[in-house]
């Protein structure tokens, strides 16, 4: 049994070729293989492959540069989103959707639920809203799972920025006053798994459809996840340095981020009986990872 991946080399479709096993092989195909820009390109891996549901994992991630790449950001996060979906659907075949903390403002106090208004501050998670619309009208047989704070052993992440950082000065200065779930890739992978598993059981049902909210457990702020990135990689001889816990108005960044992208995650634990691990057990894994 396949389940096609889109993005090949990211965290999440990494995360998720990991986890094949005899009975499910996640068929990660990169942009050579599977360009979700280009229509045919997906009809024709769905043809090759024959999976029974579509994962997409694919994305452009870039959040400052989306600012000025807004062409690039729309074409793989909403365009990208809505052929894969379509294809998906014509296909017969369910689609698990992957999308941000980023389309809320952030402005909410206390953590955000899925039917809270949706209100993006930057191109990205304007691009990411787009793709939910789309795939959500292509696709009545969709999931789009909002998740935050992405790490991993692979690819470009906060933790391994920090801990690059790290390795050649003593004080990082790093945000307070913006507050997350830092949500290690590998647990995405074991919660689409988990996700997949209730789709396939109930093909039919309606429980599984729509958008849930799927993050690790727990909240803190990036400051407090460098903190904790630090401490783990002391404790097994890597480097670390003084975290400077500074306001947002002292790192200006082209993109807007939410002061609070909080998840609210009850309506995923709820529907398919899972939740994540904490995001300091996330963080330990990930450090012991790269190690
Ligand atoms: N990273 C994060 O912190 C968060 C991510 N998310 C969402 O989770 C999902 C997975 O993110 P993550 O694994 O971190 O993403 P990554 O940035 O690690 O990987 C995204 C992948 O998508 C590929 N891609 C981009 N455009 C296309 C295209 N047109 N066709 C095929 N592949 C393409 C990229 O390929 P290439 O390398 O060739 O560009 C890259 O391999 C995304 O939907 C993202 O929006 C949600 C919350 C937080
Ligand atoms: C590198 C660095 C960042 N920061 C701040 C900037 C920003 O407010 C915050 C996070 O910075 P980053 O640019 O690493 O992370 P960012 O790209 O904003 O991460 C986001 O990526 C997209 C894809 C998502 O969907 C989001 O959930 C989220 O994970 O930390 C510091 O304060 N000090 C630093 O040294």
Redesign the pocket.
């Known amino acids: 049994m396949k389940v096609l991946v889109a993005g090949r080399s990211g965290q999440v479709a990494q995360s998720l070729a990991a986890r094949s096993t005899p009975e499910r092989v996640f068929v990660a195909l990169g942009r050579p293989d599977l360009d979700i820009t280009n229509r045919s390109s997906i009809d024709a891996a769905i043809a090759a492959h024959q999976p029974i549901a579509v994962v997409n994992a694919a994305?452009y991630?870039?959040?400052?540069k989306a600012e000025t790449e807004v062409d690039a950001a729309f074409a793989a996060n909403e365009l990208g989103a809505r052929n894969l979906a379509a294809a998906a659907h014509a296909a017969g075949l369910p689609i698990v959707n992957i999308s941000?903390?980023?389309v809320f403002a952030g402005t909410k106090t206390g953590p955000y639920v899925e039917g809270d208004p949706v209100d993006p501050q930057s191109v990205?998670?304007r691009s990411?809203l787009a793709g939910e619309l789309a795939v959500a009208a292509a696709s009545p047989a969709h999931v789009t799972l909002r998740?935050?704070?992405?790490?991993s052993p692979y690819g470009h992440?906060?933790p391994k920025?920090?801990l690059r950082?790290a390795a050649d000065r003593d004080v990082?200065?790093?945000?307070a006053d913006?507050y997350?779930s830092?949500t290690y890739a590998p647990d995405i992978a074991k919660a689409i798994d988990v996700v997949l598993d209730t789709i396939l059981a109930a093909p039919d049902r309606e429980h599984w459809r729509g958008t849930f909210h799927m993050a690790a457990e727990g909240y803190c702020s990036?400051?407090d996840f460098?903190e904790e990135i630090f401490a783990q990689s002391a404790a097994r001889g890597g480097p670390s340095a003084k975290v400077e816990r500074?306001a947002?108005a002292e790192?200006p960044?082209p993109?807007k981020?939410p002061p609070n992208?909080m998840l609210d995650t009850s309506r995923f634990r709820a529907v398919f009986g899972h939740s994540l691990p904490t995001w300091q057990e996330g963080t330990k894994a990930c450090v012991e990872a790269v190690r």
């Open positions: 994305a991630t870039a959040v400052d941000t903390d980023y990205y998670g990411k998740t935050a704070w992405v790490f992440n906060f920025t920090m950082l990082v200065r790093v945000v913006q997350g830092p990036w400051a460098a500074i947002t790192y960044t993109a981020r992208s």
